[in-house]
């Protein structure tokens, strides 16, 4: 195993993890995210040649980066990837001083994000604040505001 940044030729592999997770991305995310994964500093894991997740960072702000989107392989999930991923970015980032993510809120039900949220909560993020609508998102999915303190 071992956690790397992205070079051009993964970027197809990673794509194809997300559309294999239509639970968690819609058709407009995975457009997106088509359209502007490469722009941003993105981190494999690798186990024996093969890709089974990817994390996508953005310095949102000077000591503010944000996860932008974490995909894991669905017939990989629960085995650690997700989690080994966050600590790479927490270990091995400049000048970070927080992590930020968003997430879909409790207050809508929707299965897939009760792991979600619960894996977030697991590796030490904090809810901040919900807001609906959040620009970008439609209303009535109330965006989450998770942080995790880094140094």
Same mark, same amino acid.
């Given at each position: 195993?071992?956690? $790397?940044?992205?070079i ?5 592999? &990673? ?11 819609? $058709?407009?995310? =995975?457009e997106?995210?088509?359209?502007? =994964? ?7 894991? /690798? ?9 996508? =960072?953005?310095?949102e702000f ?6 932008v ?6 017939? &990989? ?7 080994a991923?966050? /600590? ?10 927080v ?10 039900v ?6 979600? $949220?619960?894996?977030? /909560?697991?590796?030490?993020? =904090? ?15 109330? &965006? ?6 880094? $140094?």
């Amino acid at each position: 195993m071992k956690i $790397r940044k992205m070079i051009a030729s993964d970027q197809e592999k &990673c794509l194809k993890i997300a559309n294999g997770l239509k639970e968690w991305f819609s $058709r407009e995310t =995975l457009e997106e995210m088509q359209e502007k =994964l490469g722009e941003y500093d993105t981190f494999i894991y /690798e186990d024996k040649g093969s890709i089974k997740g990817f994390l996508a =960072l953005q310095e949102e702000f000077q000591g503010v980066l944000e996860v932008v989107w974490i995909a894991v392989k669905k017939n &990989c999930h629960n085995k650690g990837i997700g989690t080994a991923l966050l /600590e790479y970015i927490v270990k091995n980032t400049d000048g970070g001083k927080v992590l930020k993510v968003k997430t879909l809120d409790n207050t809508e039900v929707y299965k897939p994000y009760e792991a979600t $949220r619960a894996f977030y /909560e697991k590796n030490g993020f =904090l809810k901040i604040a919900v807001i609906d609508p959040y620009p970008g998102w439609e209303e009535g999915n109330p &965006c989450a505001i998770y942080v995790k303190p880094i $140094r």
